[in-house]
C-alpha cells in the first residue's frame, strides 16, 4: 500500500512540485473528483452532556432492572391462576419480554461498573411491598388492569425520562436499550387495554377495576414511582397485603371453560372413548402430537411456578426460564393453530390435566426436574420422528412446527440440566434423576393414580409415560 501511495504521490505532482490537492480522483482512494465541501451530511443533534453521572445512572437502572425482574414474576405467579386461554398465553410471551429488558438493563449495569452479582441481589423494600400488593389482585382481571393499566404505561414513561435526561452521546447505549425495549412495551400495552376492555365487556365491574388501578397507581407514585426519584404522594393508607404471608399461586390449574378436560388417564384416546376416528396410524399419532402441544399450557404453568418460587438465584436462571416458558407459549398456540388447520375445533378436543395435577404439588425444584429429565427428555426423540415422517408424507405444515419443537426441546434439555446441577448442587445428573422420581412416585401415591406394587417396579420412561412434559 505505501508503494502505490507514493506513486500516486509522484504523478500527482505539479509543474512547481507542489502536491495538487485532487486526492478526490485517485483510483487508488475511490474518488469520485468532488469536493468533501459540496456533502450536506445530516447533522447530528443529540446533546452532549447529561442529568446523571455514572453512579446515578446506575441507581436507576437498578430499579428499573428490580421492576422488571418482579413484573415477570408476577406474572408467573399468576399463569397457574388465570383460566383465560388468551391471557394465559400472553403472560407466557410477556414473561420473557421482561426478562429480556432484565437483561439488557444487567448487560448495561456490568458496563457501568455494577457487578452482575450486585444486580442481581439487589433489593428495595418500596419495590417488594409495591409488588406484594400488585400480586395480591383480587383477580385476574384486576392483575391485568393494574399491571397494564397503571404499572407497565409508569415505566414506560420512566424509560422515557431517564432516556431524555441522560447524555445522549455518553451514555448512548442506555437511550438504544429503552428505544429497543420500548418496543415490546407498545406491544403489550396495547394488549392489555384490549383485554382489560374485554374483561369489562365479559361482565367485571369498571368502577371496581378502576379504583384498584387507582389504589395502585397512588402506592407506586408514594415512594417516587419506577426510578424512585418522581416527587412522592400520598400512601394508601391500608394494604390489601398487609399482615398476609407472601402470595400463594394457585395449586389448582385453572383452565378455560372453553375447554372440557380430564385427568384421569394421559392416554387421549382413552379420555375420547372412541369418539374421535383415524383413518390411518400415522393420523392419530398426528393428532396426538398436536394436542400434545396444544396442551403444553401445563408446561407454561409448571415453569411459571418454579420461576416464582424459586428465589436467591442468579438472574440468568430467571432469563432462561423465561425464555422456555416463551417456547412453551408457541408450542400451545402452535398446537391450538395446527389443530384449526386439520379441521378440528380445538375447544371441542378434550385438554389433559394429569401432568400438572402431579407437577402443582411438588416441590419446585422437583417439579422443574420432572419436567425436564423426564418430561421433555421422554419426547424429544418422539417429535423428532415423526417431523420426518410428516416430511417423507408430504406433511410439511406438521412437519415443519415439530421440527422447531425439537429444536426447542434440545435446547431446554441443555439450559435445564445445566440449572438443575446448580441447584441441587452436583454434577450427577443421575444423583438428581433419582431424587426427582422418588418424589415424583410419592405423589402419584398420594393422587392414587398408581398403587405400591406399580411403584416398586416403574421405569424411569413408564414415570415419564404417565406423567408426560
Known amino acids: 500500500m505505501e508503494i502505490a501511495i507514493e506513486r500516486n504521490d509522484h504523478h500527482n505532482k505539479g509543474k512547481n512540485g507542489k502536491m495538487e490537492k485532487a486526492w478526490s480522483h485517485s483510483p487508488e482512494l475511490g474518488g469520485v473528483g468532488k469536493p468533501l465541501t459540496t456533502f450536506n451530511f445530516p447533522k447530528d443533534m443529540r446533546r452532549l452532556g447529561g442529568d446523571f453521572t455514572v453512579e446515578e445512572n446506575a441507581d436507576r437502572l437498578l430499579c428499573f432492572f428490580l421492576f422488571e425482574r418482579n413484573i415477570l414474576r408476577a406474572i408467573a405467579g399468576w399463569s397457574m391462576g388465570t383460566p383465560e386461554f388468551e391471557v394465559k398465553v400472553e403472560f407466557g410471551r410477556h414473561i420473557y419480554y421482561h426478562a429480556e429488558a432484565g437483561m439488557k438493563i444487567r448487560t448495561r449495569l456490568s458496563e457501568l461498573r455494577t457487578a452482575e452479582e450486585t444486580t442481581d441481589k439487589f433489593q428495595s423494600d418500596d ?272 412437519g415443519r412446527v415439530f421440527d422447531f419443537v425439537n429444536a426447542d426441546e434440545r435446547t431446554h434439555l441443555s439450559k435445564g440440566v445445566r440449572w438443575l446441577k446448580h441447584i441441587f448442587g452436583t454434577d450427577s445428573v443421575q444423583e438428581i434423576e433419582q431424587k426427582t422420581k422418588q418424589v415424583a412416585i410419592d405423589r402419584l401415591l398420594e393422587l392414587g393414580i398408581i398403587d405400591h406394587e406399580v411403584a416398586l417396579t416403574i421405569s424411569h420412561r413408564e414415570l415419564a409415560k404417565i406423567i408426560g412434559e
Open 127 to 398: 419495590i417488594i411491598e409495591f409488588f406484594s400488593e400488585l400480586i395480591y389482585s383480587e383477580s385476574p382481571a384486576h392483575f391485568v388492569a393494574a399491571l397494564y393499566g397503571v404499572v407497565l404505561p409508569h415505566l414506560k414513561q420512566a424509560y422515557l425520562e431517564h432516556s431524555a435526561h441522560t447524555d445522549q452521546v455518553a451514555d448512548a447505549p442506555t437511550v438504544r436499550m429503552i428505544k429497543q425495549t420500548l418496543v415490546d412495551y407498545d406491544e403489550m400495552i396495547v394488549w392489555g387495554t384490549g383485554a382489560i376492555k374485554a374483561y369489562i365487556q365479559g361482565g367485571y365491574d369498571e368502577a371496581d377495576l378502576h379504583k384498584w388501578q387507582y389504589h395502585i397507581e397512588k402506592l407506586l407514585r408514594s415512594f417516587g414511582g419506577a426510578s424512585a426519584t418522581s416527587s412522592v404522594g400520598t400512601r394508601p393508607k391500608k394494604l390489601r397485603s398487609d399482615g398476609k404471608p407472601p402470595f400463594e399461586r394457585s395449586f389448582v390449574a385453572t383452565r378455560d371453560p372453553r375447554f372440557g378436560t380430564f385427568e384421569h388417564t394421559y392416554e387421549y384416546h382413552v379420555a375420547d372413548n372412541g369418539q374421535l376416528q383415524y383413518e390411518t396410524e400415522f393420523d392419530k399419532t398426528r393428532l396426538t402430537l398436536v394436542r400434545t402441544q396444544r396442551d403444553e399450557m401445563d408446561a407454561i404453568e409448571t415453569f411459571g411456578n418454579v420461576l416464582y418460587e424459586i428465589r436467591d438465584v442468579p438472574f440468568g436462571f430467571d432469563y432462561d426460564l423465561a425464555r422456555i416458558i416463551w417456547d412453551e407459549t408457541r408450542h400451545t398456540e402452535l398446537g391450538h393453530k395446527s389443530m384449526e388447520a386439520l379441521g378440528y375445533d380445538p375447544y371441542d378436543l378434550l385438554n389433559r390435566l394429569l401432568g400438572i395435577k402431579v407437577r402443582t404439588k411438588m416441590p419446585a425444584l422437583y417439579s422443574f426436574a420432572e419436567i425436564n429429565l423426564f418430561g421433555e427428555a421422554n419426547i424429544v426423540q418422539e417429535v423428532l420422528r415423526y417431523a420426518r415422517e410428516a416430511y417423507e408424507k408430504g406433511d410439511d405444515l406438521t
